[in-house]
């Protein structure tokens, strides 16, 4: 059978990065006998006529979508149409804000470092809170990790040594979503990176930095094949399912025991990284997923 695909990316981006994923997920396509086509989200109309949701663009409705977006509003409404879309909507939510997926996890009691979520905070208010600033002193201590809600690639992420810093970010992020995480020493500068593919991790790789407590690739950090024991690839499973995802990218940082404790999940974890560290090629087992997902609606 022919599968009929969209591919849809942010408009808003336009680098090579992104366009060289996008082909390589088509080029992947195309040897499962899947039609995947790249559409843009700006290219797709959508909104209210007659009473009910439209859809208005210029190609046949699709058999699935692969969504490499953020426009949580779009991937809801095209499944509110019947439009198959991996990952959901609910899952790129859970995922893109920090805030959701760490609460997500905490409701499945999965482990992660002890955190505190930042207020929201009216434009009337100036002034950063000083009792609230001394309970996140008294719960995690120095040095302590504060993070942006919304952000990428190891970015909108800072290390804090002392109350004049701590004062310092609080203030700039007075009225920006953010958290405040227990420091991981034992895992400075290091984590376990799993792709996660349904029920199953299909390929790892441990990133160390040895300039940087994080251990980002884009940060500096260096790549390395790695076989994690099964703690690890069994809570990186229990983390992706847990946010309702059909394919993640889970980080995993070192306890002070050797034991796993998840930093994040991803909902749309870019593949060439761990593709030239392993040598998995993703895409596939996205794709076969996918279509055993497909077929399994097709059964009920």
């Known amino acids: 059978m022919l ?8 408009g808003g981006i336009n680098n090579r990065k992104f366009s060289d994923i996008h082909q390589w997920y088509i080029e992947t396509a195309k040897k499962i006998n899947i039609k995947l086509e790249l559409v843009s989200n700006l290219d797709l109309y959508i909104g209210v006529d007659q009473n009910k949701l439209s859809l208005d663009n210029k190609n046949n409705r699709p058999d699935f979508v692969l969504f490499l977006d953020k426009d949580i509003r779009l991937a809801q409404h095209l499944e509110r149409l019947a439009i198959p879309v991996f990952n959901k909507a609910e899952a790129i939510e859970l995922c893109d804000s920090k805030i959701f997926m760490h609460q997500c996890l905490a409701i499945h009691e999965l482990p992660q470092p002890k955190t505190i979520f930042a207020p929201m905070l009216f ?5 950063i809170d000083q009792q609230f600033l001394n309970y996140v002193e008294d719960k995690l201590l120095y040095p302590l990790i504060i ?5 990428s690639f190891g970015e909108q992420v800072y290390f804090i040594k002392n109350r004049g810093q701590l004062e310092e970010k609080a203030r700039h992020l007075l009225h920006t979503p953010h958290l405040y995480q227990q420091y991981i020493q034992s895992s400075n500068g290091q984590d376990i990176r799993l792709h996660v593919v349904g029920n199953r991790v299909v390929a790892a790789m441990k990133r ?9 690739v884009t940060s500096g950090g260096k790549m390395y094949q790695v076989e994690p024991k099964q703690t690890f690839l069994d809570l990186a499973v229990k983390a992706s399912q847990a946010v309702k995802a059909d394919f993640s990218g889970v980080d995993l940082l070192i306890g002070e025991k050797g034991d796993p404790i998840i930093c994040e999940v991803n909902s749309n974890a870019h593949i060439k990284n761990i593709y030239d560290c392993t040598g998995v090629d993703v895409s596939k087992d996205i794709f076969q997923h996918i279509i055993a997902t497909l077929k399994g609606y097709s059964n009920e």
């Open 147 to 151: 993070k942006e809600a919304y952000g």
């Open 3 to 10: 599968y009929k695909a969209w591919l849809i990316y942010n």
């Open 123 to 127: 434009q009337d208010k100036q002034e």
């Open 208 to 216: 160390v930095s040895e300039h940087d407590f994080r251990a980002n």
